[in-house]
Nanobody, 127 residues
Framework: QVQLVESGGGLLQAGGSLRLSCAAS????????MAWFRQAPGKEREFVAA????????YYADSVKGRFTISRDNTKNTVYLQMNSLKPEDTAVYYC????????????????????WGQGTQVTVSS
């Protein structure tokens, strides 16, 4: 059974930093692209960042480019999201997700391309 468990969320002031983690189990983690999405109150869930199965490629939403960094440790079955220079508009529940296709040659950013999701971790940034 595939499980994704996020951690590292919290409450902090604008300009601060936070690192989210997503621990995966029940899958051959190194085969899959992984991504982070987020959902702010009253808004639809949106793509944040994704990383290829080999960690050689990454892709970011324009809104976080230059501030967030996605990485992974395939020996620990964990994907990370380092968030710097946080803004109030980054406030959301952050979810990690697994691409539905193993060894995908393309980093994808639409929700339908991801089949397993974590429960989410709340990030709240105050002004």
């Amino acid at each position: 059974q595939v499980q994704l468990v996020e951690s590292g969320g919290g409450l902090l002031q604008a300009g601060g930093s936070l690192r989210l983690s997503c621990a995966a189990s029940g899958l051959t983690f190194s085969r899959y692209c992984m991504a982070w999405f987020r959902q702010a109150p009253g808004k639809e869930r949106e793509f944040v960042a994704a990383i290829s199965w080999s960690a050689s490629n990454t892709y970011y939403a324009d809104s976080v480019k230059g501030r967030f960094t996605i990485s992974r440790d395939n020996t620990k079955n964990t994907v990370y999201l380092q968030m710097n220079s946080l803004k109030p508009e980054d406030t959301a529940v952050y979810y990690c997700a697994r691409d539905r296709t193993g060894y995908s040659g393309t980093i994808r950013y639409t929700q339908r391309d991801y089949d397993y999701w974590g429960q989410g971790t709340q990030v709240t940034v105050s002004s």
